[in-house]
């Protein structure tokens, strides 16, 4: 929020809300907020950057097109997470019910990004913050119901490798992000 200096002159309309806000006998905390607010308001005219400005902020490749699609970070999701049951088989004894449970964990992390990103592929154009709500809202809905049912159906279950496998591919994202 911006405030006023000293040695700026105050803008008009600013000197009348002071005197309203000091005989309504509001404490001066309020009276600091409103002005700032009315500051912030005046100041709305937002003007989008020309491409030689966003190039000197953001690089050269700012308008080139991301690498990374939802379909890519799923994959990735895989990998790591057969990466990480194939550790799990390795070093942990008995192996079969640790790579099991790993392998689940990982499950329970890209089976629902799938699901996530082939939404997406059906939306096509019509994307709106809603229909993304909806797609997080399964998301989750179905991440949720994967640790249900195995808590519940898989009675040997190691949950050790099965949350650490999943994550590491739940921070897939960041990877994905960071290789951007």
Partial sequence: MAAQSSDQAPHEGHDEHRAAHAASGS???HATHDEAWDVEQQDNNIVPLTRT?????????????SRV???RVVMAQM?????????WWLFYKPPGDAALSAFLGGAICWVPSAMFAARLRTLSGAETAMSWMIGEALKMGATIAMFVAIAFWYRDVRWVPLLVTYLVALKTYWIALAWR
């Fill in 27 to 29: 404490s001066g905390q």
């Fill in 53 to 65: 400005e966003a190039e000197k902020l953001f690089g050269p490749d700012v308008s080139r097109p």
């Fill in 69 to 71: 699609t939802p379909f």
């Fill in 79 to 87: 990998v790591l997470s057969l990466g990480a049951t194939l550790l």
